[in-house]
């Protein structure tokens, strides 16, 4: 039987920030991952300003996330026939004080397990340890219930348990076991990697298409000085009838390039030939865009939820990952505020379900690609003007309003103080 102060169920992006904020503000914790090895799995993805303000608070460097990645500098939609939609400069381009970073997921990751490792020391994060459920006990504490690889079972006792155990969480599953299944709107993402030339101003991020067929690419590395390429991140995407559910077993497998290039037989221009691009991948994985209906809350007692298993969402707005980073931080403050007691987990519920909520839903609607749906929906996605199709000042409401919704508002997040003030301990450092 283990006891520690805060118990975190899984070792992703989210349970790994949490085990870093937990540190840095004095609070010790075990992380049970299920996975036997941390492998840097993955493709992009983009860590927002509002993120990447909170790794710099954490200690993480620039030069540490240059090697996982690249500052974004700009984000862009194009139509069909290769006119520009709409783009708008990214990160500190566009004011914030903070890049945007596009990096490759798993060396992230992997960024992040160094650093646990190196402030928490090895026996932090307990590989090949599944959490199958909790029991909330008479005392206020919390048990979790672990699933160890060699087949054995443990138990682990805390003033808390942190549900960090991403989208099939088993932690969300006990505390609303009527939860629907998990929720398909028919489009299927196959992504990967290509080392190639950054296109526009070199660390662009493009969606090309219409709303039920599109692509996404932007690199995730540096050039390398001697070729002058980078690793390009991509995403193509088809819509297709749902009514019968997701056939294929799994969420997310390898696939051939044959089986899906031909969604993109003609998407070749002189600027870009999508063809070519998916064909020069190393390899591709298939996974259906998937989210979870909301739920009223977050919060069980001396459980919470955090990161994708509170709010998987659709990656339409690129705010998953930063989100669970965001989460970890809001929970950080709250427990500065009210120490590692229930309090706290109900303040960090009360700031953040409701409102993220709304997001899981917005982004279901399309997220920033809606501005693709209204070129189909007005001139069926092929243009000579974009402004004859969509003045300037509605594109540019649509995308503030996306904007604010997701805590990117520029004016906001650069004059907002720090989550969690310098050097700011938990009220007494444990539980109470
Ligand atoms: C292998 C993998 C690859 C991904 N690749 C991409 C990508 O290419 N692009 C993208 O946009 N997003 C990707 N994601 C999702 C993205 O990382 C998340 O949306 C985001 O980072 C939120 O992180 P999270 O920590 O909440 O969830 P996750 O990143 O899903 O992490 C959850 C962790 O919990 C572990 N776990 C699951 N169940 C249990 C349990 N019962 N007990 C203990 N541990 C458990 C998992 O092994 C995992 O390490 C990937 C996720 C994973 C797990």
């Given at each position: 039987m283990t006891k520690s102060v805060v118990i975190i169920a899984g070792g992703g992006i989210g349970g790994l920030a949490t085990a870093l904020t937990l540190h840095q503000i004095g609070v010790p914790c075990t992380v049970f991952e299920s996975v036997r090895e941390l492998r840097p799995l993955g493709v992009g993805i983009n860590l927002q300003p509002n993120a990447v303000r909170e790794l710099y608070d954490l200690g993480f460097t620039e030069q540490e996330l240059d090697r996982v990645g690249l500052p974004a500098k700009e984000w862009a939609l194009v139509g069909l026939n290769g006119n520009d939609i709409y783009s708008e400069p990214r990160g500190q381009l566009a004011g914030y004080k903070w890049s945007q970073y596009a990096v490759h997921r798993g060396l992230f990751h992997m960024l992040l397990h160094e650093k646990v490792m190196e402030?928490?020391?090895?026996?932090v994060v307990r590989l090949g340890?599944?959490?199958s459920g909790y029991a909330k006990n008479s005392d206020g504490s919390v048990s979790a219930f672990i699933e160890h690889a060699d087949g054995s079972t443990s138990e682990a006792t805390g003033a808390v348990l942190i549900g960090a155990d991403g989208i099939h969480s088993a932690v969300r599953a006990q505390m609303h076991p009527d939860q629907p299944p998990i929720h398909w709107g028919g489009a299927v993402m196959w992504r990967g990697t290509t080392w190639g030339k950054p296109i526009r101003t070199g660390a662009s991020f493009v969606g090309l298409g219409t709303h039920r067929h599109r692509m996404v690419f932007y690199p995730i590395s540096q050039p390398d000085p001697k070729t002058g390429l980078s690793m390009i991140n991509w995403i193509a995407e088809v819509t297709m009838d749902n009514s019968e559910g997701?056939?294929?077993?799994?969420?997310f497998r390898q696939v051939s390039i044959d089986d899906f290039v031909h969604h993109f037989d003609n998407w070749i221009w002189d600027w870009l030939d999508v063809p070519a691009l998916l064909r020069q991948a190393d390899c591709a994985f298939e996974n259906p865009m998937i989210d979870r209906d909301p739920v009223?809350?977050?919060?069980d007692g001396p459980v919470l939820l955090l990161g994708d298993a509170a709010h998987a969402m659709y990656p339409t707005g690129s705010n998953g990952g930063s989100q669970a980073i965001v989460d970890a931080r809001i929970l950080g403050a709250t427990m500065v505020e009210h120490g590692v007691t229930q309090d706290a987990l109900a303040a960090y519920d009360a700031k953040l379900c409701g409102p993220i909520s709304q997001l899981i839903l917005r982004n279901r609607?399309?997220?920033?690609?809606?501005l693709l749906n209204m070129v189909d929906e007005r001139c069926g996605g092929t243009f000579d003007n974009i402004d004859d199709v969509i003045p300037p000042n509605e594109r540019a409401e649509f995308m503030a309003g996306y904007r604010a919704a997701a805590g990117f508002a520029i004016e906001q997040l650069n004059k907002a103080p720090r989550t969690i003030p310098s050097g700011a301990r938990a009220s007494d450092g444990r539980a109470h």
């Open positions: 402030r928490c020391g090895p026996d340890s599944r959490v997701w056939k294929q077993s799994g969420w009223p809350t977050w919060r609607g399309a997220g920033p690609f809606g």
